[in-house]
């Protein structure tokens, strides 16, 4: 089992709304990242944890707000976003730390905020 | 400064012909990864090829190699034998290990391959 789930694949939601994004790998990766991207640019870097502990926060609004219940979940939860939020979010997990590892990305939930 | 650098926004390449895409990166690490991604317009980021600093010998998966020079801190993907389903944008990507967490991206290049 070599990938990574995400669920929803697309969500339309208004500004004043509350959902979740989901990640799951089964690989035994323990870092695991959320990546912002906007159509035609390079994917941004949102948040890392390692070993279900939070280690990066890209100074991301708190409107977004990570979590990690287990070494194969990630969530992403989203509360009074703005249309300019709107963009594919990508999660990926890598095996560790260390140059040569790379990350395994899944498919994305491309969001609409309305 | 930035870390990856691919100037090529766009190409256009004939089916069953071969393509570069250009990559330069900086880096003070004497340790550190290089990676190719491939992205189709559905959105998923699909691992193509790596690099790794200290490889003496250019990497190859299949149709696709990475040309490395590494006193020219170049990284470029040669797809040979172009199919129509190579049209995507394509990302070069480096890990340093200094900052092993994070993986820096180019700007991409979208290749279109004509029938």
């Known amino acids: 089992d070599t990938e990574v789930t995400q669920t929803p694949k697309h969500l339309v939601m208004g500004m004043t709304n509350k959902k979740s994004l989901k990640c799951e790998q089964h690989?035994?990766?323990?870092?695991m990242y959320w990546y912002k991207q906007k159509a035609k640019k390079p994917p941004e870097l949102m948040f890392v944890?390692?070993?279900?502990?939070?280690?990066i926060n890209e100074s991301v609004p708190s409107r977004f707000s990570p979590e990690c219940p287990n070494s194969s979940l990630l969530n992403l939860h989203l509360h009074a976003l703005q249309p300019e939020d709107s963009a594919l979010y990508l999660c990926?997990?890598?095996?560790?730390?260390?140059?040569?590892?790379?990350?395994?990305f899944g498919s994305g939930t491309r969001l609409t905020v309305v | 400064a930035q870390k990856i650098t691919q100037t090529q926004p766009g190409m256009f390449v004939q089916e069953k012909e071969a393509v570069t895409l250009d990559c330069t990166y900086d880096?003070?690490?004497?340790?550190?990864?290089l990676f190719w991604y491939k992205q189709p317009s559905s959105g998923e980021m699909i691992f193509l090829i790596y690099?790794?600093?200290?490889?003496?010998q250019n990497a190859t998966e299949g149709r696709y190699s990475l040309n490395f020079q590494k006193a020219r801190k170049s990284a470029n993907l040669v797809i040979s034998a172009s199919q129509l389903g190579d049209s995507a944008m394509y990302f070069c990507?480096?890990?340093?290990?200094?900052?092993?967490?994070?993986?820096?991206f180019g700007a991409g290049t979208t290749v279109t391959v004509r029938a």
């Open positions: 990926a997990s890598s095996q560790g730390r260390g140059a040569n590892y790379g990350y395994t």
């Open positions: 690989m035994g990766h323990r870092a």
């Open positions: 944890y390692s070993y279900e502990k939070l280690s």
């Open positions: 880096t003070s690490d004497q340790s550190y990864g």
């Open positions: 690099q790794g600093s200290y490889d003496e």
């Open positions: 990507a480096m890990r340093e290990a200094h900052d092993d967490y994070k993986l820096s």
